[in-house]
């Protein structure tokens, strides 16, 4: 079907479709929630304007919605994050697509604007966003859409802060919902996700082992979790570094040791960023790595790790390996960065396992079809997607590999709810 879509070269679309097709195999939660919720009329004539990374998985998501009857639009929260062959490949399948590996700031920015526009142009929408860009936009240079906004549903730890420091300044103009807080994404996205893509990326662009080496994992979140468990079970020695010392404890009773950054910084060998925060490695870190420190960022944002000050303390730099980047500090030693201080599990590799973006998609597909029902009847303010649709996802996925589990009887119900002996 041809479209309005503007991407880098439609000519690559053949590899995106065979990509999309193997996402759309592996991905049972999503299509069961397809057959048996979207179906109903409820995003017929809706708009719903997507931002998110242009991967597979991603396409599928918003192949999915366009089939239930909504006009997608759809682009990426930053041009490091899209494959061109899948977002050509999607030009082609009755979504609309702004995206450019590419693209410059100021262009990444305007196709965020573009999805605003045409979503909203004479007609109701809902938004799925990535740490909030679409959001930030809506309320900033396209306030006219305000009105048609039924709400948005937020992807990231970093976008729903961003959402909540909206709230508590009393400026959101609609619901929000946190998908990013459902259990079926926090639990499984960002622990197992981003802990398997993000050791997956560091050992295929470095093509080193990670047995053995003396790996620090700064942020013992949800991602940080999953990060340190992969590294551990492939035999890499894990030490953590956090600021919440209940945090640091559960990662000391986990099995790791705990240090501050700076002292971790004499050990290390691997370095990977999961906080969601600002220079949480700097020159004043960097100063202290050993010879052939390698850095990575899982985390949300790009500024985890200081990169302009990285750059300012080097004599130079170059690119040793795809997506790794050799700096040579003053006193010779060298550090490498992969994938270039961004989230490397999506600018140095192909994102979270299908599986796990099965869950987190069939979430946001339920999130967005929840705002087109009742985002109208919302408070403007930050909200949890109920209980029961988070379990019914969970439901769903055991049943798709032959698990299950037992439901209380009412005398147990009544037993758990009561206080008399
Ligand atoms: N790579 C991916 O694909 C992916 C997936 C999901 C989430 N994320 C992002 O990863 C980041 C972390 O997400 P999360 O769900 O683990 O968040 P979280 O809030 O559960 O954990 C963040 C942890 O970092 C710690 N922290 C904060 N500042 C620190 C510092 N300076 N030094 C050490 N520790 C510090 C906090 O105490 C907290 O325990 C967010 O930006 C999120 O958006 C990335």
Known sequence: ?????????????????????????????????????????????????????????????????????????????????????????????????????????????????????????????????????????????????LPRIRGASEETTSGVAKFKAMEREGILEFPTLAANDARCKY?????????????????????????????????????????????????????????????????????????????????????????????????????????GAILANAGGVDVEIDVDGLREASSGSREVRRNVEEFALGDGRKVYLVGRGMVVNLTAGDGHPVEIMDLTFAIQALCAHHLARSGHSLENRVHLLPKEIDDEVARIKLDAVGMGVDTLTPEQEGFLAGWRE
């Open 187 to 291: 639990l499984f996205d960002n622990r197992y996700g981003t802990g398997q893509s993000a050791i997956t990326a560091i050992m295929q662009n470095t093509n080193l082992m990670m047995g053995g080496k003396r790996l620090v994992v700064l942020g013992y979140g949800w991602c940080g979790k999953g990060i340190a468990r992969y590294a551990m079970g492939l035999g890499a020695r894990v030490t953590v570094c956090e600021v919440d010392p209940v945090r640091g404890l559960e990662a000391y009773a986990d099995g790791f040791d705990v240090l501050p950054a700076l002292e971790a910084c004499e050990g290390g060998e691997i370095f990977i960023t999961a906080t969601g925060s600002t220079d949480v490695l700097t020159t004043e870190h960097f100063e202290r790595m050993r010879e």
């Open 1 to 145: 079907m041809q479209s309005e879509s503007l991407v880098r070269d439609p000519s690559l679309a053949p590899d995106g479709h065979r990509k999309i097709d193997w996402a759309a195999e592996h991905s049972p939660v999503l299509n069961r929630v397809r057959d048996e919720y979207l179906k109903d009329g409820t995003f017929e004539g809706l708009g719903v304007g997507v931002s998110l990374p242009i991967e597979a998985k991603t396409a599928y998501l918003t192949v999915v919605l366009a089939e239930a009857g909504a006009e997608v639009s759809v682009a990426s929260p930053g041009p490091f994050f899209v494959q061109d062959d899948v977002a050509a490949a999607l030009a082609e399948r009755g979504v609309t697509v702004y995206a450019s590996s590419e693209a410059d700031p100021a262009e990444a920015d305007r196709e965020l604007e573009r999805v605003l526009d045409r979503v909203a142009d004479g007609r109701d929408a809902v938004l799925i966003d990535d740490r909030a860009g679409l959001t930030r936009l809506s309320h900033t240079t396209r306030r006219d859409l």
